[in-house]
């Protein structure tokens, strides 16, 4: 893969850690997609009959739980992948975007929050979609917790894809939440329950959230990577640390 | 009250978090390189 590499020394063998060229370049397209998007849902959607121009928070809103929502499954793919094959890839992948997943989730709650107030008079209220959605975060918030204190690599990655794929099935439960239980919160906005004036725009923000998270996912993943190999690196100094000091050890 | 403090701050919001996470990324990615070139521990 060509790109900038990073070389990490190894006991002796160093290991070549590529990040693509693209990377930058591709962060600076989306966040420059993300405001293009939602110009045009400035410039070109009408207001709402009965939300007024509340409805541009629905570019925002709406993208960020969609994206939160691919994020988690592939976190459910790559933590199955792991289990199944058990290569550290898998795990780190899953890592990168269930951590990308998180922070849009923590995205979501917080502009459906300031949509909330406006419309139905309360910043939160214990609703189906709401503490579903919360629950999603806290799972994934304890599932990056445990990632950060599980020094054990192994073990981690297996922990870590056990929780993600419980995690990732409370994704559908979040989405269907609307229809099994009566909520506060409306109908799944989709480009099917939307009228044509708002279609467009959604879809764009949605293609530009995506593009953003992929560009997330894909740097946390390099980043994870060269962490990877540092913390192999410090193990095997640790272990060579370890066995001077028992050979001194077996002197005394 | 009027409806565009709460369409600010939640476009505000947005652009606060998404652009502080990709500064965490790249904040996490040059203590990594510079833990790989040996000048400090992660």
């Given at each position: 893969m060509k790109g900038d590499v990073m070389e990490v020394k190894l006991e002796g063998e160093s290991r070549a850690i590529a990040r693509p060229r693209w990377l930058m370049p591709l962060g600076l397209i989306a966040f420059g997609a993300l405001a293009s998007a939602q110009t045009f849902g400035f410039i070109m959607s009408p207001p709402d009959r009965d939300m007024g121009n509340l409805e541009k928070i629905m570019y925002v809103h709406v993208p960020a739980a969609w994206t939160a929502f691919v994020c988690f499954f592939v976190v459910f793919v790559e933590s199955v992948r792991y289990l199944w094959t058990s290569q550290e890839r898998h795990d780190l992948i899953a890592a990168a975007a269930a951590e990308t997943g998180a922070a849009l989730t923590a995205l979501t709650l917080m502009l459906g929050s300031i949509w909330g107030?406006?419309?139905?008079?309360?910043?939160?209220?214990?609703d189906a979609r709401l503490t579903s959605t919360a629950v999603l975060l806290v799972v994934f918030v304890g599932y990056l917790v445990l990632r950060a204190f599980t020094d054990d690599p192994v073990r981690r990655a297996k922990w870590s894809a056990a929780i993600g794929i419980l995690g990732a099935l409370n994704v559908p439960i979040v989405y269907m939440s609307v229809q099994w239980w009566r909520t506060l919160h409306q109908l799944q906005s989709s480009p099917h329950t939307l009228s044509p004036a708002y279609t467009m725009s959604l879809r764009l923000n949605g293609i530009a959230a995506l593009l953003l998270a992929f560009y997330f996912i894909t740097t946390r993943y390099h980043v994870a990577r060269l962490e990877r190999a540092n913390e192999e690196l410090a193990d095997a100094d640790a272990l060579v640390v370890t066995d001077v000091e028992t050979l001194e050890a077996s002197y005394v | 009250m009027s409806e565009w403090p709460y369409i600010i701050a939640a476009y505000g919001v947005s652009w606060f978090v998404l652009v502080s996470f990709a500064f965490y990324l790249m904040a996490r990615d040059r203590r990594a390189r510079r833990a790989a070139r040996g000048e400090s521990w992660p």
């Open positions: 107030r406006p419309t139905w008079g309360v910043w939160w209220t214990w | -």
